[in-house]
């Protein structure tokens, strides 16, 4: 499958409690298909919320999330099934998504089995190529996430949405919990598989760098709202707003030499800085 497109239009997700400012207020977002796009903002500004919200995993008191063709929450069985297959996440905590009694090959075969993809015996033959592509070895396959290293088991769930060759990869933080040099290969992996097939990429990230060196497109959340959006070049080298100004001053986390700049994938839309 290739890339979808992605229209957020006037989206607003309430609060638990009445009186409350909602955690999304008014977002509206265009992301053509095949687009690479950051996610940042700090913590509690509403990134997550978004993603959840395109899965149609949070419930909006007003607006509208169009996926392709498709409209979110799903109008028909149908179209929920399509939904799934279309949609792809990879949750902050990647590794521990993976069903602990699940061997490595299951957890992707299973996506290949419910959408029909593959069946038996195939869809565990199908799974080991996805594996082997994202650099588990074979005598891992057939391990569950508890005998998995950190960075297998971040793999594997890599592998896991890819597999269903999804349109649209939504990822939330994917690799926070790993070294720099191991966020660095995972990501380069993750878009180098991405690019090849066309798929649309909407990526929350926990440092500029990483938005600077795979992204094409960056936008900037704060307290739910979207306060700057544009190409990545443009927010991050001219910054118009006050909060990604102070967001670039205060980066944490800075880019190791030879990791993520070394790692960066070609664009087929040209450099992004």
Known sequence: MSGVSLEIRGLT??????????????????????????????????????LRAVLGRVPAACGAVRVG??????ADRASSRMLARTVAWIPQDAAGSLD????????????????????????????AEHLERVG?????????PGELSGGQSQRVAVARALATGPGLVLADEPTSALDPLLQARLL????????????????????LGIVRRFCDAVTVLQDGRIVETGATPDVLDRPAHPVTRALIAAELLPIPEGSLAAAHPPSPRGPVD
């Open 136 to 144: 588990i070895p074979a005598d891992a396959f057939d391990r569950r």
């Open 69 to 74: 063709e498709w409209t979110v929450p799903a």
């Open 13 to 50: 997700v309430p609060r638990g409690r009445p009186g409350d400012p909602p955690i999304l207020d008014d977002v509206s977002l265009s992301m053509a298909a095949g687009v690479r796009h950051g996610l940042i903002g700090a913590s509690g500004s509403g990134k997550s919320t978004l």
């Open 100 to 127: 602990p009694c699940m061997t490595a090959r299951e957890a992707v075969a299973e996506g290949l089995l419910l959408h029909g993809i593959a069946s038996g015996r195939e869809a565990g033959r199908v799974a």
């Open 188 to 207: 380069h992996l993750l878009f180098e598989r991405c690019a090849a097939s066309g798929a649309t990429v909407l990526l929350v990230a926990h440092t």
